[in-house]
C-alpha cells in the first residue's frame, strides 16, 4: 500500500491536482472502505483492487467529493454527485450569517432558493431546530439529490420544483447561493468545475438583483462572487434593504452579502 499510495500520489500531480498526497490518500482508504487515518494502521496490507478505476477518474480532474460520493458540510455528511455543485467551505459562511439572523426567532420560515444538493437548508434545519425550511431548485435532478440527502439526514424540509418566484411567497428568511460565473468567466475555472459540475448551477447573471427585487422577506442573504459584492448590496439598497453589509469568507474574500425589511 505504501507504494500505491507514492505511485497514486505522483500521477495525481502530473494530472495537475492541487493536493496529490491528501487526494491519494482519501482515494486509497476510499477503496479499502476505512478512514484516511485508518491507513497507516496496516500500511504494509495489499493495495485495494478498485482503486484504479478512482484514480483514472480523478486524473481526468472529477472532483475528488464525486468520487468518494460524499462531503462534509458543517454538522453534517451529505450524498454528493453530478446533480449539484459541490458543497464549498464558503459556503458555510452564508449558514453561519443565517443562523445569526434567525437567533432569537423561534419558528421562521426559511427559503433556499436553488437547493441543490440541500446543504444550506439541511444545516439551517439541523442547527435551527424551530425554523421551518422550504428548498426550491429548477431541477428535478438536484431536488432528487436533495430529498436523498433530507432523507440520509433525517431533518424536515420542504423540497420542492421552484425558482426565484417562489421568493415572492412570503418568509423570514430567503437564502441563495444562485448562479453567478459570468458565461465568459467558465473556461477559466477549474477543471473539476468547468468540465463537471453542473454548468446550470454555476453560469447565471442577474439572480441576485432579481431575489432584491421579487422577495417579500424580513431577510435576504445571497451568496455573492467577491467582485460582485459591492454591487448586489448597492441593489439590495435600492430595493429597500436596511443594514445592508457584507461578509467575508475564511480566505478574506467578501463573500455574502444580507439586508433587512421592516
Same mark, same amino acid.
Given at each position: ?6 505511485? /497514486?500520489? =505522483? ?25 484516511? #487515518? ?41 450524498? $454528493? ?9 464558503? #459556503?458555510? $459562511? ?18 433556499? $432558493? ?10 439551517? /434545519? ?7 425550511? #422550504? ?22 424540509? =420542504? ?52 431575489? /432584491? ?20 448590496? /448597492? ?11 457584507? #461578509? ?15
Amino acid at each position: 500500500m505504501r507504494e500505491a499510495l507514492r505511485a /497514486a500520489e =505522483e500521477r495525481l500531480a502530473r494530472a495537475g491536482v492541487d493536493s496529490p498526497r491528501v487526494d491519494a490518500e482519501l482515494l486509497v482508504a476510499h477503496a479499502l472502505g476505512v478512514s484516511r #487515518t485508518e491507513l497507516y494502521a496496516e500500511p504494509e496490507r495489499d493495495a485495494p483492487a478498485g482503486l484504479e478505476p478512482l484514480l483514472r477518474r480523478r486524473e481526468a480532474r472529477e472532483p475528488l467529493a464525486y468520487l468518494l460520493g460524499e462531503w462534509g458540510f458543517r454538522r453534517l455528511t451529505l450524498r $454528493v454527485d453530478w446533480r449539484a455543485l459541490v458543497p464549498r467551505p464558503e #459556503t458555510e $459562511v452564508v449558514v453561519e450569517r443565517c443562523l445569526a439572523l434567525l437567533a432569537g426567532l423561534e419558528r421562521p420560515r426559511v427559503l433556499d $432558493v436553488g437547493v441543490g444538493s440541500g446543504a444550506i437548508a439541511l444545516a439551517i /434545519a439541523d442547527e435551527h431546530p424551530g425554523a421551518l425550511v #422550504t428548498g426550491v431548485d429548477v431541477s428535478e435532478q438536484a431536488l432528487s439529490l436533495a430529498r436523498e440527502n433530507a432523507e440520509r439526514t433525517g431533518l424536515a424540509v =420542504e423540497l420542492r420544483l421552484g425558482g426565484i418566484e417562489v421568493a415572492a411567497e412570503g418568509w423570514d428568511l430567503v437564502v441563495s447561493n444562485p448562479p453567478y460565473v459570468a458565461p465568459e468567466e467558465i473556461e477559466a475555472l477549474e477543471p473539476e468545475v468547468r468540465d463537471w459540475e453542473p454548468r446550470s448551477a454555476l453560469v447565471g447573471e442577474g439572480a441576485h438583483e432579481e431575489l /432584491a427585487r421579487v422577495a417579500r422577506t424580513r431577510l435576504l442573504v445571497l451568496e455573492v462572487a467577491p467582485a460582485q459584492a459591492g454591487r448586489v448590496a /448597492a441593489a439590495l439598497e435600492a430595493a429597500g434593504y436596511d443594514g445592508v453589509s457584507i #461578509t467575508r469568507d475564511l480566505a478574506g474574500r467578501e463573500r455574502v452579502v444580507e439586508g433587512r425589511q421592516a
